[in-house]
């Protein structure tokens, strides 16, 4: 492997880490906000307890996503300095305005919500959450545009062989990004209403499983208390799951409305826009209007410039056409149909300019790995659907108050968890390897912008050695491995621990009334 | 001189100003985790002075690198690929850092405990050391061809002002972090912090003094003789007032210290952003190195809207959490126990 390849595996190991971690910020962050709202305006206790708790593991999994933030922002100038040289006039400023617009919001209100408990009154604090939750969407808006830019460039010219930009309004109102952000968003709302409805269902499932809560002859529950555990497994305990799984249901349902509605507009433009990423998508060699369930034959791209292996073997027809046209008749354009195109507005070859080292003047394979873009298009559409079909199952099965006293569903419902999170990582697998072999795409649809694009093989730092990278793809890839063990270890002690996890109180000073009120309520 | 490059030197040297100056004493006090701290509790009192903050201050630094990809992405691509193997180090040491803080209380063992504060100590340590290093082969140059590529290996970059300016950045956090535990503390801790100040004070500060003399030195700048003088009575200033145990005068000196001395270094740099030692026609330039006026025209707006809230409310932040803690002000540990 040379520097190149290391320098785009360590690019994706780094970036899907992150985004398992920056999905459940975004989306948890929003319903520990209005759970709070909740706790404000009625002053029940259960409200509360759900605050705490959820927001305790908000933060648990925060912290993650701060720490591996880190390395996303360093790498473009580190391993990447060519496509920093190329880009940074346009790409730089969507992330340095993310930093100065919505991440220092973020991180301060945060630090404010934490310690700030009993310590600001009751309305500032609570607006703390609302400021940092809606500045990490913010965040995840101005990224979105950095990332449809390199999938959609606007805006923009050539000026001295650099991308310059020329219309910030059109860079920020990009087509692409308009329908990107709600998509991630929603997905993000998927991973943290799943993650509701597993914890949630865990707790009613131990709940029943310990004789705490029955059921009378009708499969009604019948809420009872723990006397022995203390007070955190009363009733309240037991309306804390209850809400949390409903709300994390009803959140998964929704949430996976948004994903399909603006996936559908996000396709629409794709076929515009990348045609050659949803042939690659669907794997499909020519021309047609069926949407592929099964396809086999040889899906690898490795220098092939044909795709005649590919046999579609199920099919549904003129749902391709659907999906991309809104109607079943329109032909959408195959692989075998794009090559010659791509080829004959972009060349065959790649330039001879030393900017591409050994492959400089090689043939340029414009058909993205058919295996990764077809595969990771249904395992982003399959996860994402069975978790809204959980969802809508669990809300039926649950409607008479409580689990089914099952260890096969409520081990089910736990490692469904990780569904919505296999989604959105398939999602993002799919369109970043679906753009190459350019790291900016170029836009087919405007005048005067055609010559706005990037080989990612241009892109990596020319100064960097393989071992440079290899160091570091190493040192990364191992710390992220036991951090992920730790993170999880950590989420699982916590969950285990239900509310007195969040709330000491509950545990250590049960109903002594009196507050010492020189500790602080909060410290780490 | 071009208004708009100039205009955006001078925000990224009060981007890094700010960062060395705010996360300069939570480095610092995480640096005392491991040296200073006596037993649990003063650790965790430490630990509880920069809870509520570190993390708005660490942004200073994502800003500063994002801002110079923005505003100068020729410097940003030149400078972060020729320290690929630095940084990587100071990326590990962020990433453990950053988790400590969060993970070191919800450790069950002294072990893990003592894991996670070596972690915050070496972390804290190796980010100080890393920044100061890169800032200092900035200022001073680093062995660059005409595309601003590293020339030489992995370690061409290693040379005495690399060493200084570590060393600069960990000593001014160590004071700057004690001078903190001075004005955020109570008891023993703020007693023997402010002794420890006093004596180590313009030891301390002299490193950093050193590399903005070198920096001025190299570039034979006049101009930047002002923010020297200024950082030398700035010093003075510190040093008299620690000695009196005048803690928030100390501290104030110490900072003025800091963003004068980070003025005489970029105002003695200017027009170079990142000089080259191979060749001064292959130095980056506020120049060569700029995004266009049109970009750099709209960040210009972004910052001066943006600038002064950040200001506005991470000092509110500070307004906020401003009692002091003493030991007797931290609760007792909890364990998190299984239920179910």
Redesign the interface.
Known sequence: MDALEIARWQFGITTVYHFLMVPLTIGLGLVVAVLQTAWHRTGKEEYLRMTKFWGKLF??NF??G??????Q??Q????W??Y??F???????P???????A???E??????W???WD??PRRIHLAAIWIASLASILSAYFILVANSWMQHPVGTEI?NG?A???D?WAVFTNNTALVTFPHTIFGAFAVAGGFLLGISW??LY?RRH?GIDTVDADGKVVVGESAT?GR??DKVDYRVWIKSLRIGAVVAMVAFAGVALSGHAQAQLMIQQQPMKMAAAEAACHDGTGFSLLSIGDLRSGGATTCDDVVGVFEIPGLLSFLAHDNFTTEVKGVNTLLPEYQEKYGTHLPDNPIYGDRAGTEINYLPVMEVTYWGFRLMITLGGLSAVAAAVALWLTRKGTVPHSKWISRLALFGMLAPFGANSAGWIFTEMGRQPFVVAPNPSFEGIDQVFMYTAAAV?????A??ML??LI??TL?YAV?LV?EVV?LT??V???I??AM?EL??RPDDGQKDT????F?? | MEFLPTLWFILIAVLWGGYLFLEGFDLGVGMLMKTFARNEKQRRVLLNTIGPVWDGNEVWLITAGAATFAAFPYWYASLFSALYVPLVLVLVALIFRAVAFEYRGKAHTRTARNAWDWAICLGSFTAAFGVGAMLALSTTGLPLNANGDRVGGPFAWFNMYAVLGGIGVVAFCLVQGLAFLGLKTDGEIRTRAARILARWLPVALLPLAAWAVAVVLLNHSATALAPLALAVCALVFAWIHARKTNEGLAFTGMGIFLLAGVAAIFVAAYPNVLPSTIDAAYNLTVTNASSSPYTLGLMSIVAAFGLPLVLAYQGWTYWVFRKRISEAHIPDAHAVTPIV
Request: glycine share 12%.
């Open positions: 933060l648990i912290i993650m701060v720490a591996t933030g880190i390395v922002e360093f473009f100038g580190m391993a300095s060519e920093s040289r880009v940074g006039d346009v790409f730089g400023a992330l340095a305005m993310e930093a100065l617009l991440f220092f919001v991180s301060t209100f945060l630090g404010l934490i310690f700030g310590r600001l000026i650099r310059v930009m020329t910030a865990y707790h131990k310990s555990l955190n497994r730092s020319p100064g960097v050695s071992g440079e160091f570091s040192v990364l710390i951090l730790v950590l002690r916590y285990r621990g239900g007195g996890s000491p545990h250590d020189d500790v602080l309520s410290a780490y």
